[in-house]
């Protein structure tokens, strides 16, 4: 059964910084294209970032290039998302998702889902 947890997930203010974790379990991590997703209230949920399976390749909206970062780490089945310098407007439910095995970064398939964390950004 394939798992993905999220953590790291709460409040933090404008301007501060915060890192999202992501660990799986049930696949096969280290050939998965990982990303992360937001969904805000009221919107559609959207892109953030993804990273290719040996961590080669990253790709990220522009919305939060420059100020998220994407990694992971094959040994501990674990992926992140450091956020620096958030603004009110990335408060959302982030997600983390598995892509199907050996996905290009920018045009990835996803067929696993986390459950999600909240990250709220005050201002």
Same mark, same amino acid.
């Given at each position: 059964? !394939?798992?993905?947890?999220?953590? =790291? *997930? +709460? ?5 501060? #910084?915060?890192?999202?974790?992501? @660990?799986? /379990? ?21 892109? !953030?970032?993804?990273?290719?399976? =040996? *961590? +080669? ?5 522009? #919305?939060?290039?420059?100020?998220? @970062?994407? /990694? ?52």
């Amino acid at each position: 059964q !394939v798992q993905l947890v999220e953590s =790291g *997930g +709460g409040l933090v203010q404008a301007g501060g #910084s915060l890192r999202l974790s992501c @660990t799986a /379990s049930g696949l096969t991590f280290r050939s998965r294209t990982m990303g992360w997703f937001r969904r805000a209230p009221g919107k559609e949920r959207e892109f !953030v970032a993804a990273i290719t399976w =040996g *961590g +080669g390749s990253t790709y990220y909206a522009d #919305s939060v290039k420059g100020r998220f @970062t994407i /990694s992971r780490d094959n040994a501990k089945n674990t992926v992140y998302l450091q956020m620096n310098s958030p603004k009110p407007e990335d408060t959302a439910v982030y997600y983390c998702a598995a892509a199907k095995e050996y996905s290009s970064a920018r045009a990835a398939v996803y067929d696993y889902w986390g459950q999600g964390t909240q990250v709220t950004v005050s201002s």
